[in-house]
């Protein structure tokens, strides 16, 4: 008989340990199972400014496709802003194999201050590579945590293309009490990024 996994204590990386059947106190073992898979590494071209407003306009082209949404707390803590002097990096990429929490995800990429990626150039280098990216191009999200220069607090950055084929961008604070990332998305960033 199958039995349902149990959570982790909250310092584990790990979504889930199982204990085998007929483990007891005195013999329990742990079957750790990892939350993320590496899937790609992009390398992000390094950027002398790089201005929301005029990436992020609706109806503008982002790779072959419309941006189609803003999101209001995208439009609340990212528009308006300019970054300068932005590096190059090579960008990794990773699946979730569970559902999974804000928290959860950071703890797998490093922690709080290894996971952000830290620029919104990165994001929007990933949605114009389009089918030549790693990215979803379906109805899955794609997300990275950032840091908005507004509040100074953690978000998590997430793009879709629509089944209209348009894109949709928004931010969720982080973390969120209610919402998990689903099984299969991707997250992009983490403790394994490096400098070009």
Known sequence: MARKP?????????????EPEGSDDNTKTEIRLNLISHHSETRAPASESF???????????????????LGLNLL??????????????LLKGWTLLYAASDISVIRALGGENEAPI??????????DLGEAGPCHMDWQSN?????????ERLWAVHWTVNSSNEWVIGAVYVPHPALDWRFNSRVFGGRMQSSC
């Open 6 to 18: 149990k959570p982790c204590p909250a310092s584990d990386v790990q979504p889930f340990c199982e």
């Open 51 to 69: 201005k929301f407003d005029d990436a992020f306009k609706i109806g503008n082209l982002i790779g072959h496709r419309a941006l189609r949404t």
């Open 76 to 89: 609340q803590h990212f528009a308006g802003s300019v970054e300068y002097n932005v590096p190059q990096i």
């Open 118 to 127: 830290g620029s919104l150039s990165y994001v929007y280098h990933l949605m």
């Open 143 to 151: 997300f990275a945590f950032l840091r908005s220069s507004v509040d």
